[in-house]
Nanobody
C-alpha cells in the first residue's frame, strides 16, 4: 500500500513560483509512474506532469516551459517546480502513483494511489 502526502501549496502573485512536494511511503517500489494532477472548482481533474520509473517525463501543454517535475528516488519524494504562475493555474493539486505501467501518464484513470491534495492560488 502506498501513501502519498503533498505539501508546498499556498498563495502567490501572478508570475511567482512555488514548489510542491509529494512524499511517498509504503511499498514505493510499486509506484512505477508518479504524476501531478489538478482540479479547479467546476472543472474536471487534469494531468499536469508525470514521471515514470525510467525517467520518462510528460507535461500538459498548458504548463510546458513553466513547470518542472522531478523525483528523488532515494528519499521517495517527487517535486513540481512551478514558475511563471498564472491565475489559471489556481487549483487543488494532487500527487498520484500508478502502481503499474501507465500507457497514458497524464490520464487519471491510470493511477491507483492519490494524495489528499494541496491548494495553489495565484492572484
Amino acid at each position: 500500500h502506498v501513501q502519498l502526502v503533498e505539501s508546498g501549496g499556498g498563495s502567490v502573485q501572478t508570475g511567482g513560483s512555488l514548489r510542491l512536494s509529494c512524499a511517498a511511503s509504503g511499498y514505493t517500489y510499486s509506484t512505477y509512474c508518479m504524476g501531478w494532477f489538478r482540479q479547479a472548482p467546476g472543472k474536471e481533474r487534469e494531468g499536469v506532469a508525470a514521471i515514470d520509473s525510467d525517467g520518462s517525463i510528460s507535461y500538459a501543454d498548458s504548463v510546458k516551459g513553466r513547470f518542472t517535475i522531478s523525483q528523488d528516488a532515494f528519499k521517495g519524494t517527487m517535486y513540481l517546480e512551478m514558475d511563471a504562475l498564472k491565475p489559471e493555474d489556481t487549483a487543488m493539486y494532487y500527487c498520484a502513483a500508478s502502481g503499474t505501467y501507465a500507457l497514458y501518464p497524464l490520464q487519471d484513470h491510470e493511477y491507483k494511489y492519490w494524495g489528499q491534495g494541496t491548494q495553489v492560488t495565484v492572484s
